[in-house]
């Protein structure tokens, strides 16, 4: 029997299961990323749906977001040569596909990617001649084909490739004896430049027999303006690092030189001297770099990885390509505030973004002037969050109160009591930093905020904990009068993120963006011209509007705040209409209703992709939003492209 707790709890399980509450709810959680070499295509928590996306795309991985460990890719183990050029269509999976392909070729070679050198090539050992002239289909792997292929031509020969012998021919012996005795010479054989009298003939197969006793002969024929009808020349020319070590007749002698040696390559080169085409490498395929400096190289992936991995501004480029597999650079960093220390809330809102790197809850509040620290933290979230990849660094506030914050910027007793408490509980909690939104503050106080600031900063760093500081947007007219200190802050804290938004807030006077996009841009200027480095700036990004309600007269009622994720519904409900603003750069949506007009400046996918494209124009750390929860996941999609 069932006694009345049992039956309340089996009751509020079943409830829940019936209305799919939060307590089961199933984790929708980022975990894997879809690339296109290093590209990234898709963000998603389910591996199956990343790895049958990634199948759509050839070069492609799927890359676990914690570790950056990769989990399947389809990059190809064989590639197909025809001397020495390649393709991206000529990369396979199985040699066998390879195989096929290369045989379409003449002078075709196939490499493991895996391994040194190649596996499978159909570089002739003999080739056909018609008196001194050749084609180049009358190339031959053996000597019967080569027999075959003659035997159907008159005054035919074969010079076999190995050793550049004279090995048969359809010449008549009379036919020879008839040319020895004409007295025609019209071969000549040069080693190098010189030459002799006792090297003219007038059968060519005497001139082959004579340039085989000298090395690095060639025959030419004065009837051809001296051009080189036989060679007898090493053109297969090893080297190691560039370095010149030897020379062969045959690529298959070059080859086995080669191998005995690491990061060797053969070239092809012509009579006359000049490096040409790279026709075999051992160098292993996967490149390492750091900036654009070779720093090592692999034969596998797994193992390139672990060692870029290693180093940061690293990347894995294949042999010969200008591509990039893989790298750490650093890109667009993307931090989202919460506006909550709800467990559940900040959950919801991360597992909606993709690309997301630095999350910022907000728990630690000044509580009063004596320096007493409001906490509303949660460890277990805060575990949660770095499990899954992200930097956590929880927003610190000051209740925007002026009054309060000046009272305690004057006690040097309660700024120590604040700082060692909040960097105490930030190292308790694990977290990588902390978010500075003291706002509101009293121009009077600008050197005493410094202090503090820098004083805040050498605590946390001591504790390895990162300091980023939000700024107003300001303007360099003024900003010299407010606590701000924008100079010497930026030389202090790690990252200083501008809220480059409410240029038009809740106290305005008239109706106008919240963020134009020329204001913002030159709010980033002025920023930078206070001395700011770009890979310290990040900029504020709205994901909300500012609606403002217009009486018949034309005079300013109210405003509220809207959020992003539900414009596009409203639009559609009040068949509002769009035109462009061209003093915002943004579309100025209008409805009427009740007697009164409604005005709000758009912020879309567009607008936001604008505030990325300012922050890679201007080569900024990143952008900050304000905030998590105002979006759609769809805008997330065209975020994580644009880093």
């Keep these: 029997m069932l006694n009345r707790k049992t039956v309340m709890i089996v009751s509020i399980m079943t409830l829940l299961l019936s209305s799919g509450g939060s307590a089961l709810a199933a984790d929708k959680t980022s975990k894997y990323r879809v690339y296109q070499d290093n590209h990234i295509l898709l963000e998603t928590s389910d591996y199956k749906s990343a790895e049958n996306y990634a199948k759509q795309f050839a070069s492609s991985h799927v890359e676990e977001i914690a570790t950056r460990k990769w989990l399947w890719n389809n990059y190809p183990r064989y590639k197909v040569y025809q001397n020495g050029y390649s393709s991206s269509a000529w990369e396979f999976a199985t040699l066998d596909q390879a195989i096929r392909e290369a045989s379409r ?3 075709a070679s196939i490499r493991d990617l895996q391994s040194d050198g190649w596996v499978w090539d159909n570089y002739p050992n003999y080739r056909v001649y018609q008196g001194d002239a050749t084609l180049p289909s009358w190339d031959f792997a053996t000597l019967n084909e080569a027999k075959a292929e003659a035997a159907k031509w008159g005054n035919a020969h074969i010079i076999d490739l190995n050793t550049h012998q004279w090995v048969w021919d359809n010449i008549p012996a009379g036919t020879k004896a008839e040319l020895r005795a004409s007295g025609n010479n019209t071969y000549q054989v040069y080693q190098g430049t010189f030459t002799s009298d006792s090297w003219s003939f007038a059968y060519l197969e005497d001139a082959v027999n004579e340039s085989l006793k000298w090395g690095n002969s060639t025959v030419k024929s004065t009837e051809k303006s001296n051009e080189v009808v036989f060679s007898n020349v090493k053109s297969y020319r090893v080297y190691q690092y560039n370095k010149p070590l030897d020379s062969f007749l045959h690529v298959d002698e070059a080859i086995a030189y080669a191998k005995q040696f690491d990061h060797t390559a053969i070239y092809n080169e012509s009579p006359n001297g000049g490096k040409s085409l790279s026709l075999w490498t051992n160098y292993p395929y996967y490149q390492v770099y750091q900036n654009d400096s070779w720093i090592s190289d692999f034969s596998t992936i797994p193992n390139a990885l672990n060692y870029a991995m290693g180093y940061s501004n690293a990347s894995i480029r294949p042999l010969g390509g200008n591509s990039i597999l893989w790298d750490n650079f650093s890109k667009l960093q993307f931090w989202g505030w919460n506006g909550s220390s709800s467990n559940d809330t ?27 620290l409001t906490d509303t933290s949660n460890k277990d979230t805060v ?20 009054a309060l914050t000046s009272a305690f910027l004057s006690n040097a007793e309660a700024q120590t009591k604040f700082i060692e408490a909040l960097v105490a509980k930030g190292a308790a909690l694990g977290v990588d930093g902390l978010n500075m939104d003291f706002e509101s503050l009293a121009g009077k106080d600008r050197a005493a905020y410094t202090a503090f600031i820098t004083n805040l900063t050498k605590a946390a760093h001591d504790k390895g904990l990162l300091i980023s500081i939000d700024l107003p947007r300001g303007s360099v007219k003024w900003n010299a009068q407010t606590a701000y200190d924008h100079e010497k802050l930026g030389n202090i804290v790690d990252y200083i993120i501008t809220m480059t938004y409410d240029q038009h807030w809740k106290g305005s006077t008239e109706a106008g963006s919240v963020a134009g996009l020329q204001w913002v841009e030159e709010g980033v200027k002025e920023f930078l011209s206070y001395g700011i480095s770009r890979d310290k700036l990040i900029i504020g990004i709205p994901f909300y509007v500012r609606e403002w309600q217009i009486d018949g007269s034309g005079n300013l009622v109210s405003n509220r705040a809207l959020l992003m994720k539900d414009l596009p519904a409203l639009i559609a409900s009040k068949n ?21 007009n409604y005005i709000f400046w758009l912020e879309d996918e567009s607008t936001v992709k604008a505030r990325l494209d300012i922050a890679k124009k201007y080569n900024l750390a990143g952008v900050a939003a304000w905030r998590l929860g105002y979006d759609s996941a769809d805008l997330w999609k065209m975020m994580i492209q644009e880093k």
Excluded: C, M
């Design 346 to 372: 900040i959950r919801s809102q991360v597992n909606n973004t993709a690309g997301l790197d630095v999350v910022s809850p907000t728990y630690f509040t000044l509580a009063d002037a004596s320096g007493a």
């Design 383 to 402: 575990a949660w969050l770095k499990q899954q990849g992200y930097s956590v660094q929880p927003l610190v506030n000051n209740q925007f109160d002026a």
């Design 105 to 107: 070729w003449g002078h």
């Design 576 to 596: 509002a209409t769009k035109t462009w603003d061209a003093n915002f750069n943004q579309y100025r949506v209008e409805y009427s209703q009740d007697g009164y």
